[in-house]
C-alpha cells in the first residue's frame, strides 16, 4: 500500500517533534571534519529548527550532510526527509540532488568511503529512537513508489 506524501510528512514531524538543537558550532561536526564547507554548514543552522532552514539552504549544504554528528544530525536529518519529498516536478532544481545526499548519510558504504565513514553513518544512525527510523523509512518507501529509486530501494533493504 502506497501512503501519501502529506502522511509522511505528518509521520515526520511526530517523530521529530521534541529533537534538542546543538548549542555549539564544535557540537556540529565531527571533529574530524574541520573544512570550511563543514563549518558554513554549521553556522548557517546553528540555533535553528529544522523547520525554520528553507530549502535552498539545505541544499547550498546538501553535500556537508554526512559532516554533522549523531546529535546535529538527528535534529536536522528531518529538513532533509521533509525535503525529499518537495517537489513531484521531475524538473525541480533541488530534489533530485537532496535525495541522493540524502540517501547517501542513510547507507553504510565502507567500500566507496572507508570504514572511517561507515563508523561515522552507524553513530549517526544510532542517535535515532525506532519512532524516528520508521519515519525514515516511511520516507524511504515513498522515494521507491513515487520515485522508483532503486538507491532508496538498496537502503529500505538493509534499513
Not at 510528512?9 to 571533529?31: N, Q, V
Not at 530549502?55 to 536529518?77: K, M, N
Not at 525506532?130 to 516511511?138: H, I, K
Request: proline letters at 5%; zero cysteines; a negative charge.
Amino acid at each position: 500500500m502506497q501512503v501519501g506524501k502529506e502522511a509522511v510528512r505528518a509521520t515526520i514531524r511526530r517523530a521529530f517533534a521534541d529533537g534538542s538543537l546543538p548549542k555549539l558550532i564544535e557540537d556540529m561536526r565531527f571533529p574530524s571534519y574541520t573544512g570550511d564547507d563543514s563549518y558554513a554548514m554549521a553556522a548557517a543552522f546553528l540555533g535553528k529548527r529544522w523547520t525554520d532552514i528553507p530549502i535552498q539552504t539545505l541544499f547550498v549544504h546538501r553535500e556537508s550532510l554526512g559532516t554533522l554528528s549523531p546529535a546535529a544530525y538527528r535534529a536536522y536529518l528531518p529538513a532533509y526527509l521533509d525535503a525529499s519529498l518537495a517537489s513531484d516536478d521531475p524538473l525541480d532544481k533541488y530534489g533530485a540532488d537532496l535525495r541522493q545526499y540524502l540517501l547517501f548519510t542513510l547507507k553504510h558504504w565502507p567500500h566507496q568511503t572507508g570504514e572511517s565513514r561507515a563508523t561515522q553513518t552507524r553513530e549517526r544512525l544510532a542517535a535515532l529512537d525506532p519512532e524516528q527510523r520508521a519515519a525514515v523509512a516511511d520516507v524511504l518507501g515513498y522515494l521507491v513508489s513515487h520515485w522508483h529509486s532503486e538507491d532508496a530501494a538498496q537502503v529500505l533493504r538493509d534499513w
